[in-house]
Structures are given as structure tokens and as C-alpha cells.
């Protein structure tokens, strides 16, 4: 059965465990058309995915995340990355580091609708992961994103997370 997307975000979770089983090249599809799909500011697609399946430079991008383990043992890693994280929006935030995010949940939610757990990896060093991957320097690594299937599957379990109330208000700050 389809999940809705309330149901992808409800039980989508970060995993830090994944099994030894290759993700089939459809799903991995699927999952990468929906980053291609997703808004970005004037619809620059600033972006690139590189996917990563090689066994010695998972294990080197590994190193560069400060030894989480868990992003090794995932059968494939996607390295998101802004081509141009200079340009700012009028607002003075940088688009790409923006677009390339928004395109990462994207596929954070369509990996959950086809049973792939994800984990969002912002601790890493960004120089090392361009060296080990060979990104122009102009360039700049926003997320690494391990992909594949969890060890526990993805349920609804209590977040932790604030209140709306906490989070939200009307009209004013
Ligand atoms: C910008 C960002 C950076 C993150 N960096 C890491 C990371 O380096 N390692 C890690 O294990 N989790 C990382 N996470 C995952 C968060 O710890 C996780 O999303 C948060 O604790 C909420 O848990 P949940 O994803 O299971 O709902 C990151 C998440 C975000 C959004």
C-alpha cells in the first residue's frame, strides 16, 4: 500500500543502521527524481547529486563525517552539493544551500514511501569531501544522505519534538 505523505512524514526517522542489501536502481530512480522535481529560487537547479556506491570512498567519506560508522554500512551515500553558494536571494540567504535541502527531504520522503530509511549527515568536512569526491572548489557539500534499507523498519513512534505552540504564532512574532 502507497503511503500518503502525512504517513511518509510521520514515519520518517533518521537510521543509523542499514542492512547489507543493494537498493534496487528503480527505487534509487525514484528517489533522485524527486530532488530533480523540487522548487528551487527562480528555478536555478544549482544542484548536483553525486551517488556514491564505492565501497573505499564510502568508507573515506566516513572518515570525513568524523567516523559515523552507520554511513558506511548504508549501500549507497548521496552527496548533495550547491553549485554556486554565492548567489544570494534578495532576502541575502544563499539559494543553492537552500535548494539543494529542500531537493534532500524531498528525497528523504519519497526513501521513506519506497521502505529506505535516510539520515541526514551536516557534520562532515566539507575540503576532504571534495577531495575525495573531485567537486570544483567553487562548489560547496550541503548534506550527505545514506541511503537504504533500516535494520528496524520505519514505524510511527513518538517524536520529540516542541509543541506547535512553542513554534508557531499569528500575526506577530
Ligand atoms: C542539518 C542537519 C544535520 C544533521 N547532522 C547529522 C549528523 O551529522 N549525524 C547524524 O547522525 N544525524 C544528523 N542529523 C539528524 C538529526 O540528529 C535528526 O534529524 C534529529 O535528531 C531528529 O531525529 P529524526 O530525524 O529521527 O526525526 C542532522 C539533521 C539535520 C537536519
Known sequence: MRLSVEDAISIRRSVRSYERKEVPGEKLEKVLDAARLA???SNR????FIVVRDEEKKEKICKAAYGQDFIK???VVIVGVGLNPDHKMSCGISS???DVSIAMDHMMLKAT???LGTCWIGAFEQEKI???LG???QHQVVALMPIGYPKEPLKKVEKSRKSLGE???YDEW
Open 39 to 41: 522548487p528551487s529560487a
Open 45 to 48: 537547479q544549482d544542484w548536483k
Open 73 to 75: 554500512e548504508a549501500p
Open 96 to 98: 543553492s544551500t537552500v
Open 113 to 115: 514511501e519506497e521502505g
Open 130 to 132: 571534495k577531495e575525495i
Open 135 to 137: 567537486i570544483p572548489s
Open 167 to 169: 513554534i508557531v504564532s
